[in-house]
């Protein structure tokens, strides 16, 4: 969600994610753009995690296996699909409280094109923090066909409007 804030007369910065008080359980949220994954995408982000299983980087292996050819590293799935909800769901988030019941039905392959809606599930006040509130949703990623790729349950600590960090930067000179 992008809104814009004015930082003077004439002069507006603009802003993203929601505050506590933007979030209705029952909401879903739409995540856009989506994202086609790479060859690049999954052997980098298998080589920079370590994850030296042949079925996501050696072609002739994956090819002798159910899927018959490489499939996308599950995390780096996770990673987009998450990262597709940043601007609905954590933008102004604190901390993320804790993920659960992830879930992968169907594998991920290069050249698939992914999106992601999440549902707000809860949502309630901070019983510690009296200036925040917590948050849980489903998120949902699936490829253009529709296949759902991955689903899992997400609970974020949200500040309540007014009690978020402030969004800074430098301006242009205009001397």
Known sequence: MSTREQVEPGRYRESFGRYFEDFEVGDVYEHRPGRTVTESDNTWFTLL????????????????SEFGQPIVNSCFTLSVVAGMSVSDLSQKAIANLGWSDIRMPA???????????????DKRESRSRPTQGIVKARTTGFKADGTVVMAYE??????????????????????
């Open 49 to 64: 995690t370590m994850n030296q299983h042949p079925l996501h980087f050696d072609k002739v292996y994956a090819a002798n």
């Open 107 to 121: 594998p991920v392959f290069v050249g698939d094109t992914l999106y992601a809606q999440s549902e707000v599930l």
């Open 154 to 175: 997400r609970s974020m600590l949200i500040p309540k409007r007014g009690h978020g960090v402030q969004e800074a930067g430098p301006r242009p000179r205009t001397d």
